[in-house]
């Protein structure tokens, strides 16, 4: 049996949930390496150009983007789908897809999370108060104003069972939480009931309960917390 | 014979263009409406939530984000194909895609083209002269570092056809060319190179033709100039 794959990059980061929820759907052993981009030498760089997570590693064979790995094991293993077939369906969900990471991403991630998060209790510096207004007061409201109209009411967006575009948009709604920002269920009840059905479904919920606990770890030992997580999924398989 | 497509966003724009090349690689009948996204009307909210070109519509049918559109115009039509058909090839063609999209798009397209040209010729201001140095100093010439050492000597990425990866990056560079910035072929001489045999190769050669003449004229004629270039290719198919 061959080496099993590596990526690089915290669970915490929904970017590296991406590419872990796409391993555990098509049951692909892994370990991880959960290195933070802020943090990693400069040679980092060799094996991240824009030095982002999450790497996926396969031997020598190094890919970057956690769309373009999803779409990698996708094409590269049967069994459970994660786009949906029909082209025009699969062109949705790669809008979706790319919607999430860029635009949410960009308001969440970089906008709330960084600035919220990361800045002050990991680089101690103080967050740009400006950002988080505008992200908080403007951009995501709009972005919930879009996705309630887009939503399905009851399911997901291809059927009964979330693909990536549902996981990939959801997902990031954890680290808006993580930086207090929650979707308000009376403005946008669509929204939030399509969350709720997500954050309860596999591999999801278990990724955030490990991406809660981190949250809390220290990072000398988060390795040891994942490699907990990654043994018990072993022994389950 | 069904409706042809349109596509919604002038020729000046590389993701416009990419949209552009794959129709034409494909063989597909198009019509281009070339809206500027800052001058269209509050409704175009509607066929485009973040407000960007190119709008792919085939009667009801919308489609954003230029990737997404080559994408399904890859999944539906055959011919001459725009990705590398094996799944480690296709990833890096995402991926350097991706690149072109997100970062080169970021510093070229709103770092450069849109400071120097588009805000004091379209919109009558002053450009962000911060912005414009960091990405004119910092982030485009390490942008083509990272070139230089992973595009080929001769020929292009996938071989010796140019593919939607080759596509989309060197298209970026007439833009960063319209903003006064010239790769300087004696400090990255590989990526000078492929971005002159890209410029050459069709379609790209004669969009490039049709964008530069678009620069030089004003709106009102801009539609004319556009329905008498997709005349002369539709004599020509």
Redesign the interface.
């Known amino acids: 049996m061959s080496e099993p794959v590596t990526i690089i990059g915290s669970p915490v980061s929904p970017y590296v949930r991406k590419a872990m929820i796409a391993l555990e759907v098509k049951g692909v052993p892994y370990r991880i390496d959960p290195q933070i981009p802020f943090l990693t030498p400069p040679e980092f760089t060799q094996i991240s150009?824009?030095r982002r997570v999450p790497v996926y590693l396969d031997g020598p064979?190094v890919?970057?983007?956690s769309?373009?790995?999803c779409?990698?094991l996708e094409?590269?293993h049967g069994g459970t789908p994660l786009y949906p077939a029909e082209?025009?369906w699969?062109?949705?969900a790669?809008?979706f897809e790319?919607?999430a990471d860029?635009?949410l991403g960009r308001n969440v991630v970089f906008g709330l999370f960084f600035q919220k998060v990361i800045r002050p209790f990991v680089l101690k510096e103080e967050g740009d108060k400006e950002m988080i207004r505008k992200a908080e007061e403007e951009t995501l409201p709009a972005a919930l104003d879009?996705l309630e109209g887009v939503l399905p009411e009851v399911g997901f967006l291809f059927g009964d069972r979330p693909m990536m575009a549902d996981f990939a948009m959801s997902t990031m709604l954890l680290n808006a939480r993580y930086a207090g920002f929650e979707v308000d269920a009376a403005r946008w009840p669509t929204v939030a009931g399509w969350r709720d059905r997500c954050f309860k479904a596999e591999p999801l919920a278990r990724l955030h309960a490990l991406s809660d606990t981190l949250m809390t770890t220290r990072r000398n030992d988060m390795q040891g917390v994942i490699d907990a997580y990654l043994a018990e999924r072993q022994s389950a398989a």
């Open positions: 150009p824009l064979f890919l970057n983007d769309s373009v790995i779409e990698y094409e590269t082209p025009r699969r062109a949705k790669r809008w790319e919607y860029d635009h879009y």
